[in-house]
């Protein structure tokens, strides 16, 4: 292969691995709170695009993405207080399949409020055209703002977990939710605030990939999908090992299309899902159960 389009699907990987890495990090905070799975999560993210784009008719683009932000965290909470909030001591089984109906109601919503039509903000640098040059590797300006946005969502959610009393005290209910509440600490409250901060954090990432990606109201389910696969692959709960694990995927698929057709692009991750799950379940970087304890 030629060096140059060698490094091109790296960049390439690394942008879509980026955006993996997101949604799964969505999922484990989700996942470290309550012990479920939010299959609901690729919705948070087609809303923040789809919210961001409407905004952007009426309000300067910077302020179009933070209310889409804004208001895909409200219904994070919403969903939270409407359908998981007044469960009593239910199965993952039960909370995993509510999770599935609220997105298929999310998705039917979306459908109804903005239709069919595939949408997109503009760029946040430059056009669509507009790339940058290093070496013979030309890097579109929105990707940058995708890894860099990325990056500093990671590194903020870490700093909140770590050295704040709201975050440590999600740690705690993650631990062990009978203690935090001997504690005074109220385990529902942080269950919604979980909420929150993943539909924050995938309405950022659907802002932020809109100009690449497109959005329409059926785009979350296969990022939910993939966000999925990369969470398991990096060990569910562990959102550091997701970052790694959502390059691995990334770039797996980036290279597929060099000796698949793209439209089997898709195949990649979730027979990836299923090798996991066969071989390893924990995921590649460790105990699933030590993840969620130790992560965050």
């Not at 990325?150 to 740690?171: D, E, H, I, K, P």
């Not at 504690?183 to 990939?209: P, R, W």
């Not at 389910?221 to 990334?250: D, H, Q, R, Y």
Request: proline share 3%; aromatic share 10%; net charge positive.
């Amino acid at each position: 292969m030629n060096p140059d389009l060698f490094f091109q699907y790296v960049v390439a990987g690394i942008t879509y691995g980026t955006i993996y890495a997101v949604v799964a990090i969505g999922f484990n905070i989700i996942y470290n709170a309550t012990g479920i799975i939010n299959f609901a999560q690729g919705e948070f993210v087609m809303l923040g695009g789809m919210t961001a784009v409407t905004l952007s008719r009426f309000l300067p683009l910077p302020v179009a993405i933070l209310g889409a932000v804004a208001v895909t965290t409200v219904i994070g909470a919403v969903i939270d207080i409407l359908f998981i909030r007044w469960l009593r001591g239910p199965s993952v089984l039960r909370m995993i399949i509510i999770t599935i109906g609220v997105s298929i109601l999310v998705r039917e919503a979306a459908l109804h409020v903005w239709g069919e039509s595939v949408r997109a903000l503009p760029y946040f640098t430059g056009t669509s055209v507009t790339s940058i040059k290093m070496g013979n590797v030309y890097i579109s300006p929105q990707v940058l703002w995708v890894v860099g946005v990325s990056a500093v969502a990671v590194v903020a959610l870490s700093a909140f977990f770590n050295y704040t009393m709201l975050g440590r005290q999600m740690r705690a209910c993650a631990a062990n939710r009978d203690a935090a509440r001997l504690c005074g600490i109220s385990a529902k409250n942080m269950v919604t605030l979980s909420f929150m901060l993943s539909a924050g954090i995938g309405a950022i990432g659907g802002a932020v990939v809109c100009p690449i990606t497109y959005v329409q109201y059926d785009s979350g389910t296969p990022l939910a999908i993939k966000g999925f696969t990369v969470a398991i692959l990096g060990g569910i709960g562990n959102s550091a090992a997701a970052v790694g694990a959502g390059m691995i995927l990334g770039i797996l698929e980036s290279f597929s299309i060099w000796v698949l057709p793209a439209a089997y692009k898709e195949v990649i991750s979730i027979s990836l899902l299923l090798l996991i799950l066969f071989i390893r379940p924990s995921g590649i970087f460790g105990s699933a159960e030590e993840a969620r304890l130790k992560e965050f």
